[in-house]
Every structure is written in C-alpha cells, then in structure tokens.
C-alpha cells in the first residue's frame, strides 16, 4: 500500500466520492473527513475501524451502494493512506501536523474555512467513550468546537478579523495537544494490560 501523503487529485477524487455517497448524516468533505481522523487517532482508547467507518457515512443504514468493487477498495486504500499519514505526523512530526481546513475565494481573497474541519472532529470525539479529559486540557478542546459547534455561531460572528484569525491559528496547536493526552492513555492503558 502507498505511504506518504495523499496527492491533489487524491484528495479531490475523495472529495468528489464523499459527496457523491454522502447524505444529511454523513461526512461530506475532505476536510471534514480529515478532522474526524485526527480525533480517532487522538482518541485515549482505539476506536474500531468498523465503528468509525460506519459513522463516516452517518450509520450502517446509510453505507454507499458503489458503483464497482475498485471504487470501495480505492475509496479504503486513500482513507486509509491519510489516516496513516495524519498518524506519521501527529505523533512523528507534528510540526509537519497541518489540518486540511478548506479555502473559499471571496471576491479575489482567500479565506481559510474551518468550520468543516472542526465539525468532523467533534463527530470523531463522540465515538469515544472518552473519560473527562484533564481541565488544563478543556481549552483546547474549546479552542476546536468554538468553530465545530453550531450553537458557537453567535460568539464567532462578535469577534474582530483578528480574533476570529487568532481562534483558527489555535486548532491546530490545541489538536496537537489532545493527540498527546490520547496517546498517554492508550499507552498506559496498554501497559496496565501487561
């Protein structure tokens, strides 16, 4: 199986695939998709694969019906192929961890989109039966679904551009701390088992 980093036309074709299977349940875009691995793999107890597979298309009543039996075995390799490169550098190189936020051109400037990214995230946390994490780590946390959650829309809509900037620079930092936490957990947890 390939290693490394996905390519653009990769990540496009995976894009183009979710939301051509997607539905109101389910994860509709890359960045979104890339979120919610990056909380699996920060969970602090693994999370099966079928369970996040599952929830990836909203429940096992909404799985997509593929057109070919290479369409679902590429579609596994390049998730898979991401997820093991998220993992490299979260845990390897995290000053090479970049969240795949998205970028929306508005009248010629680029703007970075969060918001999907932040939101897979949240639905990649609710598949673990996480204990409370630690209150030091709460801000981190918080620093994510201020733009995942939907009930936040308020409190971002009342920030100045430089805030609301401040708050994106802050996701990926704070998703480089949860993956630390998760990992000492899963570690102390596997060697409470020997």
């Not at 995976?14 to 051509?20: I, K, N, R």
């Not at 960045?31 to 996040?52: N, R």
């Not at 990836?56 to 019906?65: A, K, S």
């Not at 009248?107 to 209150?135: H, N, Q």
Request: hydrophobic share 35%.
């Amino acid at each position: 199986m390939n290693q490394g980093p996905l390519n653009e036309e990769e990540l496009e074709w995976l894009d183009d695939t979710l939301a051509q299977y997607g539905n109101d349940d389910s994860v509709l875009d890359v960045s979104e998709l890339d979120g919610m691995l990056t909380a699996i793999l920060s969970a602090p107890a693994q999370i099966e694969t079928s369970v996040w597979q599952n929830a990836l298309w909203g429940d096992e009543t909404n799985l997509p019906h593929w057109e070919s039996a290479q369409q679902q075995q590429r579609f596994t390799d390049l998730t898979t192929q991401h997820m093991n490169d998220i993992a490299e550098r979260l845990r390897h190189a995290p000053d090479q961890f970049d969240p795949l936020f998205g970028l929306r051109e508005i009248d010629g400037i680029e703007y970075t989109i969060v918001e999907e990214w932040c939101f897979g995230y949240l639905r990649g946390t609710a598949l673990s039966a996480s204990k409370t994490l630690p209150e030091q780590l709460q801000h981190a946390f918080e620093a994510i679904a201020l733009h995942g959650d939907e009930a936040n829309v308020a409190k971002l809509e009342q920030m100045t551009g430089q805030e609301y900037e401040a708050s994106q620079q802050a996701i990926g930092p704070a998703a480089l701390q949860l993956h630390q936490y998760g990992y000492e957990q899963r570690q102390a947890d596997t060697q409470a088992l020997h």
